[in-house]
Protein backbone atom coordinates (compact mmCIF):
# COMPACT_ATOMS: atom_id res chain seq x y z
CA UNK A 1 0.00 0.00 0.00
CA UNK A 2 0.99 3.56 -1.04
CA UNK A 3 2.57 5.32 2.28
CA UNK A 4 1.33 8.90 0.76
CA UNK A 5 -1.24 10.51 -1.47
CA UNK A 6 -0.93 13.35 -3.41
CA UNK A 7 -3.84 14.98 -4.73
CA UNK A 8 -4.00 16.35 -8.37
CA UNK A 9 -5.48 19.39 -9.30
CA UNK A 10 -5.89 20.10 -12.87
CA UNK A 11 -7.07 23.33 -14.25
CA UNK A 12 -9.12 22.09 -17.01
CA UNK A 13 -11.82 19.38 -17.30
CA UNK A 14 -11.49 19.63 -21.36
CA UNK A 15 -11.64 16.35 -23.30
CA UNK A 16 -7.78 15.70 -24.51
CA UNK A 17 -6.87 18.24 -21.83
CA UNK A 18 -2.85 18.86 -22.64
CA UNK A 19 -2.93 19.40 -18.62
CA UNK A 20 -4.87 16.47 -17.91
CA UNK A 21 -2.12 14.44 -19.99
CA UNK A 22 0.87 16.04 -18.33
CA UNK A 23 -0.52 15.67 -15.10
CA UNK A 24 -0.67 11.43 -16.10
CA UNK A 25 2.59 11.65 -16.86
CA UNK A 26 4.10 12.69 -14.28
CA UNK A 27 2.04 10.60 -11.82
CA UNK A 28 4.01 7.64 -13.67
CA UNK A 29 6.95 9.09 -12.80
CA UNK A 30 7.09 8.72 -8.92
CA UNK A 31 8.03 6.53 -6.90
CA UNK A 32 5.72 3.00 -5.36
CA UNK A 33 5.11 5.11 -2.29
CA UNK A 34 3.07 7.71 -3.65
CA UNK A 35 -0.62 7.52 -4.79
CA UNK A 36 -1.73 10.55 -6.93
CA UNK A 37 -5.35 10.70 -7.19
CA UNK A 38 -7.47 13.25 -9.38
CA UNK A 39 -9.30 16.27 -6.65
CA UNK A 40 -12.75 16.97 -8.35
CA UNK A 41 -13.23 20.87 -9.13
CA UNK A 42 -15.92 20.76 -11.79
CA UNK A 43 -18.60 19.97 -9.70
CA UNK A 44 -18.11 23.27 -7.58
CA UNK A 45 -20.71 26.21 -7.88
CA UNK A 46 -19.00 29.57 -8.33
CA UNK A 47 -17.42 30.82 -5.24
CA UNK A 48 -20.45 32.95 -3.62
CA UNK A 49 -20.04 34.12 0.11
CA UNK A 50 -23.57 34.01 0.96
CA UNK A 51 -23.27 29.81 -0.17
CA UNK A 52 -20.60 29.71 2.42
CA UNK A 53 -22.37 28.58 5.48
CA UNK A 54 -22.40 26.58 7.83
CA UNK A 55 -23.90 24.04 5.79
CA UNK A 56 -21.80 24.59 2.84
CA UNK A 57 -22.64 22.30 -0.64
CA UNK A 58 -21.88 19.66 -0.73
CA UNK A 59 -19.15 19.13 -3.62
CA UNK A 60 -17.54 21.78 -0.97
CA UNK A 61 -17.61 19.90 1.80
CA UNK A 62 -16.08 17.14 0.04
CA UNK A 63 -12.98 19.31 -0.82
CA UNK A 64 -12.50 20.71 2.18
CA UNK A 65 -12.38 17.41 3.95
CA UNK A 66 -10.78 16.02 0.71
CA UNK A 67 -7.74 18.42 0.96
CA UNK A 68 -7.60 18.14 4.58
CA UNK A 69 -6.91 14.45 4.42
CA UNK A 70 -4.28 14.10 1.49
CA UNK A 71 -0.54 14.51 2.07
CA UNK A 72 0.38 16.79 -0.88
CA UNK A 73 -0.30 18.64 -4.24
CA UNK A 74 0.51 18.66 -7.66
CA UNK A 75 -1.01 21.43 -9.52
CA UNK A 76 -0.93 21.65 -13.33
CA UNK A 77 -2.48 24.40 -15.00
CA UNK A 78 -3.28 25.64 -18.58
CA UNK A 79 -2.68 29.41 -18.87
CA UNK A 80 -5.58 31.36 -19.49
CA UNK A 81 -4.60 34.99 -20.84
CA UNK A 82 -1.35 34.92 -18.74
CA UNK A 83 -3.19 33.95 -15.92
CA UNK A 84 -5.05 30.41 -14.33
CA UNK A 85 -8.12 29.45 -15.83
CA UNK A 86 -11.83 29.99 -13.39
CA UNK A 87 -12.04 26.78 -12.63
CA UNK A 88 -8.97 26.38 -10.54
CA UNK A 89 -9.27 29.52 -9.19
CA UNK A 90 -12.58 28.76 -8.07
CA UNK A 91 -11.67 25.26 -6.13
CA UNK A 92 -8.66 27.08 -4.24
CA UNK A 93 -10.65 29.82 -2.83
CA UNK A 94 -13.58 27.51 -1.92
CA UNK A 95 -11.16 25.50 0.10
CA UNK A 96 -9.46 28.67 1.63
CA UNK A 97 -12.52 29.22 3.63
CA UNK A 98 -14.13 29.99 6.10
CA UNK A 99 -11.95 32.46 7.37
CA UNK A 100 -9.75 30.73 10.07
CA UNK A 101 -10.22 27.35 8.59
CA UNK A 102 -8.03 27.14 5.22
CA UNK A 103 -8.01 23.62 4.62
CA UNK A 104 -4.73 24.06 2.35
CA UNK A 105 -2.83 25.38 5.44
CA UNK A 106 0.83 23.92 5.58
CA UNK A 107 0.16 21.48 2.61
CA UNK A 108 3.14 20.52 0.37
CA UNK A 109 2.90 21.40 -3.24
CA UNK A 110 4.58 21.68 -6.73
CA UNK A 111 3.17 22.97 -10.03
CA UNK A 112 3.36 23.31 -13.44
CA UNK A 113 1.34 23.55 -16.41
CA UNK A 114 1.32 22.92 -20.16
CA UNK A 115 0.28 25.73 -23.21
CA UNK A 116 0.36 25.35 -26.78
CA UNK A 117 2.64 28.69 -26.70
CA UNK A 118 6.12 28.85 -26.49
CA UNK A 119 5.50 30.77 -22.66
CA UNK A 120 4.89 27.24 -21.79
CA UNK A 121 2.45 28.67 -18.69
CA UNK A 122 4.96 31.14 -17.48
CA UNK A 123 2.06 33.81 -16.58
CA UNK A 124 -0.20 31.41 -15.38
CA UNK A 125 2.16 29.76 -13.34
CA UNK A 126 3.74 33.20 -11.76
CA UNK A 127 -0.09 33.87 -10.77
CA UNK A 128 -0.50 30.66 -9.17
CA UNK A 129 2.68 30.46 -7.14
CA UNK A 130 1.38 33.81 -5.89
CA UNK A 131 -1.78 32.84 -4.97
CA UNK A 132 -0.53 29.64 -3.41
CA UNK A 133 1.81 31.22 -1.25
CA UNK A 134 -1.14 33.53 0.29
CA UNK A 135 -3.16 30.29 0.98
CA UNK A 136 0.03 28.86 2.75
CA UNK A 137 0.76 26.20 0.93
CA UNK A 138 4.88 24.95 0.94
CA UNK A 139 5.80 24.44 -2.77
CA UNK A 140 9.30 23.59 -4.12
CA UNK A 141 10.81 26.65 -5.52
CA UNK A 142 13.02 24.22 -7.80
CA UNK A 143 13.24 22.72 -10.51
CA UNK A 144 10.55 24.85 -12.56
CA UNK A 145 8.93 23.15 -15.56
CA UNK A 146 7.13 25.26 -18.51
CA UNK A 147 5.90 22.95 -21.01
CA UNK A 148 5.37 23.95 -24.38
CA UNK A 149 3.89 21.21 -25.94
CA UNK A 150 4.35 20.76 -29.59
CA UNK A 151 4.65 17.38 -32.02
CA UNK A 152 6.79 14.75 -30.30
CA UNK A 153 6.01 16.13 -26.38
CA UNK A 154 4.44 13.16 -25.67
CA UNK A 155 4.21 9.39 -27.36
CA UNK A 156 0.98 7.63 -28.40
CA UNK A 157 1.28 5.83 -25.29
CA UNK A 158 0.77 9.44 -23.10
CA UNK A 159 4.33 8.96 -21.59
CA UNK A 160 6.68 11.93 -22.09
CA UNK A 161 8.76 11.64 -25.50
CA UNK A 162 11.08 14.31 -25.27
CA UNK A 163 14.23 13.21 -23.20
CA UNK A 164 14.92 16.65 -21.93
CA UNK A 165 11.63 17.30 -21.12
CA UNK A 166 11.06 13.98 -19.15
CA UNK A 167 14.48 14.24 -17.15
CA UNK A 168 13.27 17.38 -15.94
CA UNK A 169 9.92 16.47 -15.04
CA UNK A 170 11.62 13.12 -13.70
CA UNK A 171 13.45 15.67 -11.38
CA UNK A 172 10.72 17.71 -10.33
CA UNK A 173 8.61 14.68 -9.21
CA UNK A 174 11.48 13.23 -7.00
CA UNK A 175 12.01 16.50 -5.63
CA UNK A 176 8.43 16.82 -4.58
CA UNK A 177 7.84 13.70 -3.48
CA UNK A 178 11.08 14.02 -1.12
CA UNK A 179 9.22 17.06 0.12
CA UNK A 180 5.97 15.42 0.88
CA UNK A 181 8.25 12.82 2.57
CA UNK A 182 10.02 15.56 4.40
CA UNK A 183 6.61 17.83 5.74
CA UNK A 184 4.12 15.13 6.41
CA UNK A 185 6.94 13.23 8.67
CA UNK A 186 5.64 9.83 8.33
C1 LIG B 1 -9.59 31.62 -22.82
C2 LIG B 1 -8.25 31.10 -23.27
C3 LIG B 1 -7.12 31.85 -23.08
C4 LIG B 1 -5.85 31.36 -23.45
N1 LIG B 1 -4.74 32.10 -23.17
C5 LIG B 1 -3.51 31.56 -23.38
C6 LIG B 1 -2.34 32.23 -22.92
O1 LIG B 1 -2.39 33.29 -22.30
N2 LIG B 1 -1.14 31.63 -23.14
C7 LIG B 1 -1.03 30.41 -23.80
O2 LIG B 1 0.08 29.92 -23.97
N3 LIG B 1 -2.14 29.75 -24.23
C8 LIG B 1 -3.36 30.29 -24.05
N4 LIG B 1 -4.50 29.61 -24.44
C9 LIG B 1 -4.33 28.35 -25.18
C10 LIG B 1 -4.12 27.16 -24.25
O3 LIG B 1 -2.72 26.99 -24.05
C11 LIG B 1 -4.69 25.88 -24.89
O4 LIG B 1 -6.07 26.05 -25.16
C12 LIG B 1 -4.46 24.66 -24.03
O5 LIG B 1 -4.75 23.50 -24.79
C13 LIG B 1 -5.34 24.69 -22.77
O6 LIG B 1 -5.00 23.63 -21.92
P1 LIG B 1 -5.84 22.25 -21.86
O7 LIG B 1 -5.55 21.52 -23.19
O8 LIG B 1 -5.27 21.52 -20.71
O9 LIG B 1 -7.29 22.57 -21.72
C14 LIG B 1 -5.75 30.09 -24.08
C15 LIG B 1 -6.92 29.33 -24.27
C16 LIG B 1 -8.14 29.82 -23.89
C17 LIG B 1 -9.38 28.96 -24.08
Redesign the pocket.
Known amino acids: MSKFTIGVVVG ?1 V ?1 K ?5 KLADALAKLAGADFDFRAVKIDDLPLYNQDLDTDTPPESVARLRSEVRALDGFLFVT ?5 TIPPLLANALHWASRPYGKNSWVGKPGALTG ?4 P ?3 G ?2 QGALRDLLGVLDIRLIGQPEAYVHVKDGTFAEDGSIADEGLKRLLQTKIDTFTAWVAQVSGK
Open positions: SRGSINQPEYNRASIGVGTGA
